[in-house]
């Protein structure tokens, strides 16, 4: 059985900062891609941060230049470091393992979400 935790969110102030943590869990073979999504009410889900397992990242178009997305390979964790918060950002931040391998099957799986308030 594979789980996906998120940690890491909360309340901070415009031009603020936070580091949020995910990590995977279970017998895992391998990973292809590890990422961030955000939902904001009355929002679809949308692409924060993406980062395969060789290093390349992707980044939504309203994170740009803010967010940093990095990997921890042989921990099976990634974490999303935002600075220059705005209130825009606030959202419920969810963790995607992408492609994951096991004895069993390869699935995608998705963490439970934290949340992320940005007060003005």
């Known amino acids: 059985q594979v789980q996906v935790v998120e940690s890491g969110g909360g309340l901070v102030q415009a031009g603020g900062s936070l580091r949020l943590s995910c990590a995977a869990s279970?017998?895992?073979?391998?990973?292809?891609?590890m990422g961030w999504y955000r939902q904001a009410p009355g929002k679809e889900r949308e692409l924060v941060a993406v980062?395969?397992?060789?290093?390349?990242?992707d980044y939504g178009d309203s994170v740009k230049g803010r967010f940093t997305i990095s990997r921890a390979n042989a921990k099976n964790t990634v974490y999303l470091q935002m600075n220059s918060l705005k209130p825009e950002d606030t959202a419920v931040y969810y963790c995607?393992?992408?492609?994951?391998?096991?004895?069993?099957?390869?699935?995608?799986?998705w963490g439970q979400g934290t949340q992320v308030t940005v007060s003005s």
């Open positions: 980062i395969t397992s060789r290093g390349s990242t």
């Open positions: 995607k393992a992408d492609t994951v391998a096991t004895a069993w099957s390869s699935s995608d799986y």
């Open positions: 279970g017998i895992i073979f391998s990973i292809n891609a």
